[in-house]
Nanobody
Framework: QVQLVESGGGLVQPGGSLRLSCAATEYIFSFSVMAWYRQAPGKQRELVASIAGGGSINYADSVKGRFTISRNRANNTLNLQMNSLKPEDTAVYYC????????WGQGTHVTVSS
């Protein structure tokens, strides 16, 4: 069974940076698509960034130029480098992977506040 575990969340000041990681129990590059989603309190879950098996990347307009999604073959993780963080980035961030069906991690909290 595929398991995804996010880490790296925390409290950061506006303008700061965080790097999220998603560890998978199965080979990262075996998934058709991997993605980061986020859900702010009282709001619907939204796609933040995705990366297809072949390497194609897509970002939400709200994070473009600030966030970078990547895969690390060496440690089998999906990562999200978040720079220039804004209070509106505050949310629970979820790792997502597709391979016939969708798999989800438990989420990691990101709070951007001064």
């Amino acid at each position: 069974q595929v398991q995804l575990v996010e880490s790296g969340g925390g409290l950061v000041q506006p303008g700061g940076s965080l790097r999220l990681s998603c560890a998978a129990t199965e080979y990262i590059f075996s998934f058709s698509v991997m993605a980061w989603y986020r859900q702010a309190p009282g709001k619907q879950r939204e796609l933040v960034a995705s990366i297809a098996g072949g390497g194609s990347i897509n970002y939400a307009d709200s994070v473009k130029g600030r966030f970078t999604i990547s895969r690390n073959r060496a440690n089998n993780t999906l990562n999200l480098q978040m720079n220039s963080l804004k209070p509106e980035d505050t949310a629970v961030y979820y790792c997502n992977a597709h391979r016939g069906v969708a798999y989800w991690g438990q989420g990691t909290h990101v709070t951007v506040s001064s």
